[in-house]
């Protein structure tokens, strides 16, 4: 990664903050409002910007969501008379476990009580990031949308001394055009990186930091999601159901969401973990398989969807957590990766740890102290709440990928149980692969053949990226980085049938032309920023960069 240190650099613009946050999801709005607090019960000031790549606040947001307002609760304890989209209260819970045809429900007695869903708010993340974003704005936290960070600024000593947005008006071949305008420097006593699963400039500091030394590697899925809109008969709000099974095949963890709530609405959702093996199977149509099931087409039929789009997240829970703060900085939420695996659950933890760097960043700032370690905050995470609830769960996905969905996760929920019960039990499995290693060949992974979309419950992916409102400029660098040009057609292709064409959930990445002619194409404009390319591709040779700010989906209500 390429060292910048601000001094080299005179002629770009800098703005000074006493905390620079990267991020506007829940993580880092939290992190801001809690320094806010802090900074007014101290009747001390504190100044505070965030940076969001999305062109606005919650356009690159995507959950579930169904929320434990744990969190919320904390931060913002009168959060429910003050206009919060989170209205819909999770009322009736169903998990049931599939097969083509038909389905088994899991009586609830079954799981844990941390499974529970009772107490928790169905609702869009995203939108309740326009309102976190809002009430941040109303203590003073300047919050930057339409922003890019793609660098670091590092001081003498190797300390971060904050962050450098992305130029603007770049062309394809490099050229600056009429528009151009440099990034600027923004630097701050300490920078809170909160740019959710597989951040890109958190992959940079990891890396070069080395703060997974310790951890090994982070685990992801692929969450793919619409939002329905179905006739009022069918409206049950608050009604919450998860699957598994069907149309996976044993050996593949993941499962369907669908979550009712709002005026009407239906989010339906899919997950996909990364460290699936066949190169042939394809998120995008797994997921619209699993809408065919009765389980789940019942609940659609007659509706309209409205919105779609993916994102990964987090799957590697407690043992995978990197090293939390460096000199300057910390990771905070999914970029560090506190999801709640089983739960399907992250934003509270995410909002949670945000106020927990926030305290420590506070608490330095106030005794004079800048760019250092902020130790407070992971000595504080380890015997918090939120590491209780991680540690319960922390078998659950390395006792999936290694047996299979019905017997890891059956043990897995054994194990579970025992950790509530026997809170001081200490077993930890590890991960194992990193899910870019994941594949087997191409040549002894079986094609899968998946039905021609309907237009009415399952559909093609164009028509679908067409709905995230997903917008990049023709004429600008690729944001998708090939360290090496010639490993998808020359490696991939032969290896693995190139993967990409069917993992890419935005169709972002083809194979065109035969024989000699075999070309691999990358349609940049179509990415909805899922990192799911960053993260699976076999030769590790895919490298997702932050685009000009402001591009990417354009997600409402997601
Ligand atoms: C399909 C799916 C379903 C889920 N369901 C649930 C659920 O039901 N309940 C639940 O609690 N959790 C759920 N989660 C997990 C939850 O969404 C995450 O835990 C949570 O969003 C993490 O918050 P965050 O603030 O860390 O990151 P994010 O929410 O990812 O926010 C990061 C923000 O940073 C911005 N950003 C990233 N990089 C940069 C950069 N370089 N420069 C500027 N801005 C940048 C992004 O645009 C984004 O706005 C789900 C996740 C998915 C994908
Ligand atoms: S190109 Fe990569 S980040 Fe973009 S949508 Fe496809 S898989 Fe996701």
Same mark, same amino acid.
């Given at each position: ?27 880092? =709005?939290?992190?801001?409002? @809690? ?58 819970? @169903?998990?049931?476990?599939? $097969? ?30 326009? $309102? ?6 109303? =203590? ?41 305008? /440099? ?17 890109? =400039? ?6 070069? =930091? ?35 099974? $069907? ?16 005026? @009407? ?52 829970? $407690? ?82 990928? @290694? ?95 190139? /993967? ?59």
């Amino acid at each position: 990664m390429e060292q910048r240190v601000l001094s080299e650099e005179p002629e770009r613009e800098t703005m000074e903050f006493d905390v620079v946050i990267v991020g506007a999801g829940p993580a880092g =709005l939290a992190a801001a409002i @809690r320094l806010k607090q802090l900074a007014a019960e101290a009747d001390k000031d504190v100044s505070v910007v965030v940076l969001e790549k999305g062109s606005t606040v919650g356009a690159h947001i995507l959950s579930g969501a169904v929320i434990d307002p744990v969190a919320l609760d904390r931060l913002i304890p009168d959060w429910r008379d003050k206009g919060s989209p989170l209205e819909t209260q999770v009322t009736k819970d @169903r998990f049931s476990f599939l $097969w083509r045809t038909g389905g088994l429900g899991v009586p609830n007695i079954f799981m844990p009580p941390l499974m529970s869903n009772h107490g928790c708010y169905i609702g869009s993340l995203g939108s309740l990031c326009v $309102w976190l974003a809002e009430q941040a704005e109303s =203590l003073g936290v300047e919050i930057y949308p339409g922003i890019a960070v793609t660098e670091a600024i590092y001081g003498p000593g190797g300390e971060i001394e904050g962050v450098i947005t992305g130029d603007m008006g770049v062309a394809r071949d490099g050229s600056h055009k009429d528009s151009y305008t /440099p990034g600027i420097a923004l630097t701050g006593k300490y920078t809170l990186l909160a740019e959710g699963a597989r951040g890109s =400039l958190s992959k940079q500091l990891i890396a070069k =930091l080395g703060l997974d030394t310790q951890s090994g590697p982070q685990k992801f899925g692929i969450g793919l999601k619409e939002l329905w809109e179905v006739p009022a008969e069918k409206h049950k709000p608050g009604l919450v159901q998860h699957t598994m099974g $069907w149309p996976l095949d044993e050996k593949t963890g993941g499962g369907s969401f669908l979550y009712h709530f709002g005026e @009407r609405l239906v989010s339906v959702g899919f997950v996909l973990h990364l460290d699936y093996a066949n190169p042939y199977l394809n998120p995008f149509k797994e997921f619209q398989r699993a809408k065919t099931h009765p389980a789940i087409r019942q609940h659609l039929e007659g509706g309209k969807r409205i919105a779609y789009g993916a994102r990964a997240l987090t799957e590697g829970g $407690w043992q995978a957590i990197p090293q939390l703060a460096f000199p300057g900085g910390a990771l905070i939420g999914c970029a560090a990766g506190f999801m709640n695996v089983p739960r399907i659950k992250g934003s509270h933890n995410a909002m949670l740890s945000g106020m927990m760097a926030a305290e420590a960043a506070f608490e330095a700032i106030q005794a004079g102290r800048a760019r250092d370690v902020l130790d407070a905050y992971p000595e504080g995470l380890k015997t918090s709440s939120m590491a209780a609830e991680l540690k319960k769960v922390r078998n659950v996905k390395p006792l999936w990928s @290694r047996f299979g969905t019905m017997l890891g996760v059956t043990l897995g929920g054994i194990d579970m149980w025992l950790n509530t019960l026997f809170p001081f039990l200490r077993h930890t499995l590890k991960h194992k692969k990193p899910d870019y290693a994941t594949l087997t060949r191409a040549s002894e992974a079986k094609p899968i053949c998946y039905d021609k979309p309907d237009g009415v419950l399952t559909f093609d992916i164009l028509s679908s990226v067409f709905l995230s409102g997903t917008n990049h400029k023709e004429d600008e660098p690729v944001h998708l980085r090939l360290t090496d040009p010639s490993i998808p057609i020359e490696r991939n292709l032969p290896e693995y049938a190139e /993967p990409a064409q069917c993992y890419c959930p935005a169709l972002v990445y083809e194979v065109v032309g035969e024989g000699e002619e075999q070309r691999f194409q990358i349609n940049a404009q179509n990415c909805v920023h899922c990192k799911t390319c960053d993260i699976k591709d076999p030769a590790q040779n895919i490298n997702w960069v932050p685009p000009e700010g402001g591009e990417g989906p354009n997600y409402m209500n997601m």
